[in-house]
Nanobody
Framework: QVQLVESGGGLVHTGGSLRLSCAAS????????MGWYRQAPGKQRDLVAT???????NYADSVKGRFTISRDSAKNTVLLQMNSLKPEDTAVYYC???????????????WGQGTQVTVSS
C-alpha cells in the first residue's frame, strides 16, 4: 500500500510563511514526479507546484517568486516552502505523486489526505 502523508499546515497572518512536507511510503519502485495541489471550498483543485525526478520544477503563476518546491529523493519526500502568504492562498493543500509501486510494479497517481492552510487578512 502506498501512502502520502502531509504535514506543516496551519494558520498564519498575511506575509507569513509555512513549510509543507509530504513523505511517500510503501513498495515504491520509482517516482516520476511529486507535487502540491490546492482546493478551496466550492473551487476546483488546482496545481500549485510540481517537481520531477530530474529536478525540473513547475509553478502556478500565482505562486511564482513566493513558493519553492524541493525534494529529497532518498526519503521520497517533497517540500513546499511558502513565503509571503496571502489570504487567497487559503485552501486545503494536497500532496500528489506519480509513481510505480509493488511487484510487479504498477504505475499510478496517488493523493494525500490534505493539510489545511489558512492565511488571515
Amino acid at each position: 500500500q502506498v501512502q502520502l502523508v502531509e504535514s506543516g499546515g496551519g494558520l498564519v497572518h498575511t506575509g507569513g510563511s509555512l513549510r509543507l512536507s509530504c513523505a511517500a511510503s510503501g513498495r515504491i519502485r520509482s517516482i516520476n514526479a511529486m507535487g502540491w495541489y490546492r482546493q478551496a471550498p466550492g473551487k476546483q483543485r488546482d496545481l500549485v507546484a510540481t517537481i520531477t525526478s530530474s529536478g525540473i520544477t513547475n509553478y502556478a503563476d500565482s505562486v511564482k517568486g513566493r513558493f519553492t518546491i524541493s525534494r529529497d529523493s532518498a526519503k521520497n519526500t517533497v517540500l513546499l516552502q511558502m513565503n509571503s502568504l496571502k489570504p487567497e492562498d487559503t485552501a486545503v493543500y494536497y500532496c500528489n505523486a506519480d509513481l510505480s509501486a509493488g511487484w510487479p510494479a504498477r504505475w499510478n497517481t496517488y493523493w494525500g489526505q490534505g493539510t489545511q492552510v489558512t492565511v488571515s487578512s
